[in-house]
């Protein structure tokens, strides 16, 4: 049977940790974590980012994080805790799934930008 959103959505939400704002802000402090937002480069021009937070757009993501790609980026280790961020929530949830199908091990979602930035976390512009 062939699967829609809602169905892929579920098996994200369901495989991957949700952190809060605040669960987030704790991971970033702790240090070795790896922000990735994966919004369309527009939307980040819009209205910044988290600091620090690489942008890699949802569609070039297993080119990036896939070491043998020659798009990889050297910023996604294995061994890394990864959080990821989107506008509201669920494309970062299926970018973790993804991550996790590759083999990526600690991955969280930490949901939309705005709630990230209202909760104090640092932004700055794109």
């Known amino acids: 049977m062939a699967k829609g959103v809602k169905d892929l959505l579920a098996e994200a939400n369901s495989a ?3 952190l809060s704002p605040n669960e987030a802000a704790e991971k ?4 070795d974590v790896l922000v990735v937002d994966v919004r369309d480069p527009g939307e980040v021009q819009q209205t910044g980012r ?3 937070a690489l942008n890699v757009p ?3 993501l297993e080119f990036r ?10 910023a ?7 959080l990821l961020h989107c506008a509201s929530g669920g494309r970062s949830a299926l970018a973790a799934k993804t991550l996790q199908d590759m083999g990526y091990t600690a991955v969280f ?6 709630d990230l ?10």
């Open 58 to 60: 949802r569609g070039m």
């Open 65 to 74: 994080a896939d070491p043998d790609s020659q798009y990889h980026n050297p």
């Open 76 to 82: 996604f280790q294995r061994d890394k805790t990864i």
């Open 50 to 52: 988290i600091k620090g």
């Open 109 to 114: 979602n930490i949901g939309g930008f705005k």
């Open 28 to 31: 970033m402090k702790s240090g």
């Open 117 to 126: 930035a209202e909760a104090g976390i640092d932004t700055e512009p794109a």
């Open 16 to 18: 991957v940790p949700k």
